[in-house]
């Protein structure tokens, strides 16, 4: 699988001529959907889920669909007939041929006031996992780790913790639009050979556009 990198939380993943893209949200790219076979969104924040994106995706290619969870799926099922698949915990499907496993329930908290929405996470043929906006650990070994290293509901010491439960061979950074340049000074000192320790796992960060063979 080849994963390029797009604005935040958003990944392209090509293998044999076929495109998984998982959260086109507003801090992405419009092109990040462009030849999209098929688009997975984790739930229903702006930063994940753009209805622009999705629009222009299916309009783009008739044979596109989309998975989610049922609070997107409700937004947008009514203008794309058929073309809306809902999932939750547990599921496994396949889309434009790649097989995929849903893996967990809830969104993190970001504050005891605010209520949790849900949010899901998948695996994508076995090696690849995209949690969403949650720290959820997969009851499954996974090679890669799209890790969330910036959001307003976790901190460092979490993400650590994070790469260490989960024990990829890789972590590959997401959700840090709202970093500066500077912060990788930070992170990636404290998630590399310098830091506390995250079990062994390469963590590589790539910039919008880059791309890395899985």
């Excluded at 092109?31 to 629009?55: K, N, S, Y």
């Excluded at 058929?82 to 504050?111: M, P």
Aim: glycine share 8%.
């Amino acid at each position: 699988m080849k994963l390029t990198k797009k604005g935040h939380a958003c990944v392209r993943i090509e293998q044999e001529g076929r495109t998984l893209v998982i959260d086109p949200g507003a801090f992405t790219e419009e092109d990040a959907v462009a030849g999209a076979d098929a688009i997975l969104i984790t739930h229903e924040h702006f930063d994940h889920f753009q209805e622009d994106h999705l629009r222009a995706a299916l309009d783009g290619n008739p044979a596109a669909a989309v998975w989610t969870l049922a609070s997107v799926a409700d937004q947008v099922s009514a203008a794309f007939p058929g073309r809306v698949h809902t999932v939750g915990e547990g599921d496994t499907f396949t889309a434009a041929g790649f097989d995929i496993e849903v893996h967990g329930q809830l969104h993190a908290v970001i504050h005891p006031d605010i209520p949790r929405i849900t949010n899901v996470g998948y695996v994508i043929n076995g090696s690849l996992f995209h949690p969403g906006d949650a720290l959820t650990v997969p009851n499954r070994p996974v090679d890669t780790l799209l890790l969330p290293v910036h959001a307003p509901w976790n901190k460092l010491s979490e993400v650590i913790d994070y790469v260490r439960a989960v024990k990829p061979q890789r972590a590959i950074d997401i959700h840090n639009a709202l970093l500066s340049d500077i912060a990788p000074v930070v992170y990636d000192r404290m998630l590399g050979p310098e830091g506390p320790g995250v079990g062994g796992a390469e963590h590589l960060r790539l910039a919008s556009g880059e791309h890395v063979q899985l």
